[in-house]
C-alpha cells in the first residue's frame, strides 16, 4: 500500500508518547464493533472515549491514520502477552470496521482484507514485527474482549506473512479437560497457553482464567468451535501453534 493510498485527514487526540528506547514490534488487530464504521471512526477521534488506534481500515478499503506510528495510541487497554502488560507502548493498532457480535458480526469483504494486508505489509516494511506479535485483540485481553472474532481470515493474512497460521485439527467431541478438572492434562494445556502468550499460571486446575484462554485460543486458531472445552482437536492445534511460535521466536 502507497502511503498516498492512506487518508489522513482524520486525527484522534487520544494518544501518548511511547516510553523512551520502547520498541514497536507487535500489531494488534481489532474490530470497531460498532453499527457503522464513520460512527467508529468519530468515536476513535472523540476525546470522550478515551480510546483509539493507529489505523481504522473501512469495509469497502479505504484505509484512515488517526494517531502518527511514533505515539502511543490506546487501542489494547488492559492486557497482557508474554508477561508485557502496556502492549500499548510497543504495538501499532489496526481497527477493522465491523459490528461485531453485539450489532450483527459479518465476514469481512474481501478488499476490505486485501486493504488490512496492504497496510501490514507497509507497517513491517518501517518496523520489525516478527509474525508471532501480530495478535488479536482478544489475545491480549481475553477476559474482555473477542475481536477481531472467528471469521477474521487469519489464514489468508498469514500466507502473507502477517500473523501465524496452523490447520486447526478436525474437530472431536469426546471427553476433554473442563472447567474444575484437576491433574497433568490441565497443568500440560496450561503451560502450552502460557508458552504462547496467554496470562495462565500453571496450577494444575482448569479455573476461570484457563477455560477464557482456551475460548481466546479457539477464537484465533480453531474457530470452528468455541466452547472452552480442550478437547483432542484443540490440544493438538495447540501444540502445533506453541511450535511454530517457538521456530519463529527462535529464527
Same mark, same amino acid.
Given at each position: 500500500?502507497? /502511503?498516498?493510498?492512506?487518508?489522513?485527514?482524520?486525527?484522534?487526540?487520544?494518544?501518548?508518547?511511547?516510553?523512551? $528506547?520502547?520498541?514497536?514490534?507487535? &500489531?494488534? &488487530?481489532?474490530?470497531?464493533?460498532?453499527?457503522?464504521?464513520? $460512527?467508529?471512526?468519530?468515536? &476513535?477521534?472523540?476525546?470522550?472515549?478515551?480510546?483509539?488506534?493507529?489505523?481504522?481500515?473501512?469495509?469497502?478499503?479505504?484505509?484512515?491514520?488517526?494517531?502518527?506510528?511514533?505515539?502511543?495510541?490506546?487501542?489494547?487497554?488492559?492486557?497482557?502477552?508474554?508477561?508485557?502488560?502496556?502492549?500499548?507502548?510497543?504495538?501499532?493498532?489496526?481497527?477493522?470496521?465491523?459490528?461485531?457480535?453485539?450489532?450483527?458480526?459479518?465476514?469481512?469483504?474481501?478488499?476490505?482484507?486485501?486493504?488490512?494486508?496492504?497496510?501490514?505489509?507497509?507497517?513491517?516494511?518501517?518496523?520489525?514485527?516478527?509474525?508471532?506479535?501480530?495478535?488479536?485483540?482478544?489475545?491480549?485481553?481475553?477476559?474482555?474482549?473477542?475481536?477481531?472474532?472467528?471469521?477474521?481470515?487469519?489464514?489468508?493474512?498469514?500466507?502473507?506473512?502477517?500473523?501465524?497460521?496452523?490447520?486447526? +485439527?478436525? &474437530?472431536?467431541?469426546?471427553?476433554?479437560?473442563?472447567? $474444575?478438572?484437576?491433574?497433568?492434562?490441565?497443568?500440560?494445556?496450561?503451560?502450552?497457553?502460557?508458552?504462547?502468550?496467554?496470562?495462565?499460571? /500453571?496450577?494444575?486446575?482448569?479455573?476461570?482464567?484457563?477455560?477464557?484462554?482456551?475460548?481466546?485460543?479457539?477464537?484465533?486458531?480453531?474457530?470452528?468451535?468455541?466452547?472452552?472445552?480442550?478437547?483432542?482437536?484443540?490440544?493438538?492445534?495447540? +501444540?502445533?501453534?506453541?511450535?511454530?511460535?517457538?521456530?519463529?521466536?527462535?529464527?
Amino acid at each position: 500500500m502507497s /502511503p498516498h493510498d492512506i487518508d489522513r485527514a482524520w486525527s484522534s487526540p487520544n494518544s501518548g508518547h511511547r516510553p523512551p $528506547g520502547s520498541a514497536i514490534d507487535h &500489531l494488534v &488487530l481489532h474490530y470497531t464493533g460498532m453499527r457503522s464504521e464513520e $460512527g467508529a471512526r468519530d468515536w &476513535l477521534c472523540n476525546p470522550r472515549s478515551q480510546v483509539s488506534s493507529h489505523y481504522v481500515v473501512f469495509e469497502d478499503g479505504r484505509v484512515f491514520q488517526l494517531v502518527d506510528e511514533s505515539r502511543r495510541a490506546w487501542h489494547a487497554g488492559r492486557s497482557f502477552w508474554r508477561g508485557l502488560t502496556d502492549i500499548n507502548s510497543r504495538s501499532i493498532g489496526i481497527e477493522i470496521a465491523n459490528p461485531g457480535h453485539e450489532f450483527g458480526y459479518r465476514p469481512f469483504p474481501d478488499r476490505q482484507i486485501e486493504a488490512v494486508i496492504g497496510l501490514c505489509r507497509s507497517i513491517f516494511a518501517r518496523h520489525f514485527i516478527p509474525p508471532h506479535q501480530v495478535l488479536a485483540h482478544s489475545d491480549v485481553a481475553p477476559d474482555r474482549k473477542e475481536d477481531p472474532g472467528e471469521l477474521f481470515p487469519w489464514e489468508w493474512c498469514a500466507a502473507f506473512g502477517i500473523g501465524l497460521w496452523v490447520p486447526s +485439527a478436525p &474437530l472431536d467431541h469426546g471427553e476433554a479437560p473442563a472447567f $474444575g478438572d484437576e491433574g497433568a492434562k490441565v497443568l500440560e494445556l496450561q503451560t502450552l497457553l502460557a508458552d504462547i502468550g496467554f496470562d495462565v499460571p /500453571p496450577s494444575g486446575v482448569f479455573d476461570d482464567t484457563t477455560e477464557t484462554a482456551v475460548r481466546a485460543f479457539q477464537r484465533h486458531w480453531r474457530p470452528a468451535l468455541i466452547d472452552g472445552r480442550a478437547d483432542a482437536s484443540t490440544l493438538d492445534t495447540l +501444540a502445533r501453534v506453541a511450535a511454530v511460535f517457538e521456530a519463529s521466536r527462535a529464527s
